[in-house]
């Protein structure tokens, strides 16, 4: 009994050691991005901005662990607060006094914005959304005086530019030596994540790995290949390829894995391991006219898209016609908080879980600033005072924004707490101003969060099934197209969408989550065979004899799958005989041949289906 006790008195410990032991690193971000915003709110006072606490929310939306991830996510919300300023104006010069039509347009953009940003990779997408919340934001503060569209647009405009400038001056001042630290950790990065892959790769050869030990070597070549742009800002023009080698050198991970699962020849997979190391050195060692250039596009489901950019617009015609229908005097601050949540939830892996700490957290938000709206705001004399009281709830949640299992509730906390307090030049909230306010963000928190988990739900089955007939679909199609496919595009396309899949089911019984990776992963070697096939076939150097039966064997290999099988061990002679030195062919004849012999992964799918 004594060491049960024991054992949840450290379990408690360690529940609150992110703010009672921090690292220094969190300590630092903490400090840091806490300046910055009250620089930020400071600044915007003795401007005498009209709405000063829009500033620091743009510091929290933008401040990351990482300076690259700072620079590529304030570069793109500055993109998307211009387009979305400028569509506030049209929208609500184009329909001043039509709300219905207003609304309709504006659910429409907020919608569009969401869907496409499904179809892009980091801060891209956050760009969209941002372009759609600042459209809403815009339009709808103009409402009860639409001649002011414009002044409200600069105003917004104004206050994010203020708080980007101030995180990026504070990070500036905490980041010495940024070029040499951001080579380091890219260098330093890509070796472990080849040296982890070679071992993976040599434990494979000796005994069998079941889809676990896969999916974790997938997951740590995507969570680095996920670095690369940010390492890549930070690196500036000393380094302009560094991104393309990087990004290369995953492709050969990639390649070399799928090699290894097709129990491919162990030369062929040291000749991608060696690639890899060469892309490495050219990051080290960058030439001085380097024109290597890596293409790679971002692939998602046309589904995911659609089915975010319904939900959103249904939310926010909901959100609309409960403000027509009802008269309430703070509805126009009830729909930009929807517009607003949309935003920064919409693309999240799981929206619906994400809502629900990010409720809590505004929740927690709203206690505090009640407490200072009422306890302390009355005794503070001027803005310095605000920004010291302001100093250790800003602290808190920075540390908060460290840990894993608390971001999303620090994520809400941080960004409103400014705004809900409301500090002015001129005054201050009165009681009922801040609790209407605050009722309409909660309001508009608590409506999102229900819009996310009863429209549309995402459905972790439905999602892998879905999943799984796209890739089916692309891999026969690699068969039948003109051009020979890329087949880093293919791997990194591939092993992004499992790896991703993969984290978001994370719900469902590890039995099912198996056998889906297993499935896709044979996908994904057997699109790496056609692809090797295919240009094979279309090399000058190829027997024409040769060149005449790959092609056979691909056309049988969709139409009539036995004959194919029976065609392989004469198309492997033939390999071996015309294009010794191609020993990566014969394995990717087998990976098809057992990529058809697919009846052996059904079993688990077919219970995930059931």
Excluded at 151 to 157: E, T, Y
Excluded at 444 to 471: C, E, K, Q, Y
Excluded at 546 to 551: E, M, N
Aim: include cysteine; glycine fraction near 6%.
């Amino acid at each position: 009994m004594a060491d049960v006790g024991k054992s949840g008195e450290l379990g408690g410990a360690r529940k609150w050691e992110w703010l009672l032991a921090p690292s220094a690193s969190d300590v630092g971000f903490a400090i840091r991005t806490s300046c910055a915003a009250i620089l930020s709110l400071l600044i915007a006072m003795k401007l005498e901005l009209g709405s000063p606490q829009w500033a620091p929310l743009s510091v929290w939306v933008v401040a990351t662990a990482s300076r690259g991830e700072s620079l590529s996510k304030a570069r793109w919300r500055l993109l998307g607060t211009l387009v979305g300023c400028c569509l506030g104006v049209v929208l609500i010069a184009a329909f001043p006094q039509e709300a219905l039509l207003f609304f309709m347009a504006l659910a429409v953009w907020i919608a569009l914005c969401c869907g496409l940003a499904t179809f892009f990779d980091g801060y891209r997408s956050y760009g969209l959304l941002v372009a759609g919340f600042t459209a809403a934001i815009v339009a709808v503060d103009a409402i009860p005086d639409p001649d002011q569209a414009f002044s409200i647009a600069i105003a917004r405009g104004t206050y994010i530019e203020l708080g980007i400038l101030c995180e990026a001056l504070l990070a500036a001042l905490c980041s010495p030596n940024l070029h040499q630290r951001a080579r380091h950790s890219l260098l330093s990065r890509m070796h472990a994540v080849i040296s982890t892959t070679r071992h993976a790769l040599d434990q494979r050869r000796t005994s069998l790995t079941d889809a676990s030990v896969d999916g974790v070597l997938l997951a740590d070549i995507m969570t680095a290949s996920a670095r690369i742009e940010f390492d890549a800002l930070e690196l500036g023009r000393e380094s302009p390829r560094a991104a393309d080698h990087a990004h290369a050198a995953i492709a050969d991970l990639l390649a070399a894995t799928a090699r290894a699962c097709a129990n491919g020849d162990r030369a062929t997979i040291e000749t991608r391991l060696g690639s890899a190391l060469s892309h490495v050195d050219a990051i080290a060692h960058p030439a001085r006219r380097d024109g290597f250039r890596f293409p790679r596009r971002s692939i998602r489901q046309a589904t995911d898209g659609a089915r975010n950019a319904a939900r959103v617009m249904a939310g926010m015609v909901a959100a609309a016609l409960i403000w027509i229908v009802t008269a309430w005097p703070n509805g126009v601050t009830f729909i930009f908080n929807v517009a607003l949540v949309y935003g920064l939830l919409a693309t999240r892996e799981t929206p619906s879980s994400a809502s629900g700490d990010f409720s809590k957290g505004a929740i927690l938000c709203a206690f505090v600033a009640a407490f200072y709206v009422v306890l302390v705001m009355p005794l503070l004399t001027s803005p310095e005072m605000l920004a010291f009281a302001l100093l250790v709830p800003m602290v808190v949640g920075g540390l908060a924004a460290r840990t894993p299992r608390l971001v999303n509730y620090a994520f809400s906390f941080n960004m409103f707490l400014p705004v809900l307090i409301g500090p002015a030049n001129q005054g201050r909230y009165d009681e009922s101003a801040f609790l209407n306010n605050t009722a309409a963000f909660l309001g508009a928190v608590v409506f999102a969060g229900l819009m996310f988990r009863n429209i549309l739900v995402f459905s972790p089955d439905d999602h892998l099934r879905r999943t799984l007939a796209w890739a089916e679909k692309n891999m026969r199609g690699l068969a039948i197209r003109r051009r020979p496919p890329n087949a880093s595009r293919w791997l990194l396309s591939n092993a992004d969408s499992l790896v991703r899949s993969v984290r978001r089911t994370a719900t469902l019984p590890a039995a099912h989550r198996n056998a889906y990776f297993k499935r896709h992963m044979t996908i994904m070697v057997a699109g790496f065979g056609v692809i090797e096939l295919r240009e094979a076939e279309t090399d000058r150097h190829t027997p024409s004899a040769l060149a005449r039966r790959i092609r056979a064997f691909l056309r049988f290999w969709l139409a009539d799958p036995r004959r194919a099988a029976s065609m392989a061990p004469r198309l492997v002679r033939c390999i071996e005989a015309d294009l010794p030195h191609r020993r990566d062919l014969p394995a990717a004849v087998r990976a098809l041949v057992f990529e058809d012999a697919k009846e052996n992964a059904r079993p688990g799918l077919q219970a995930m289906e059931s």
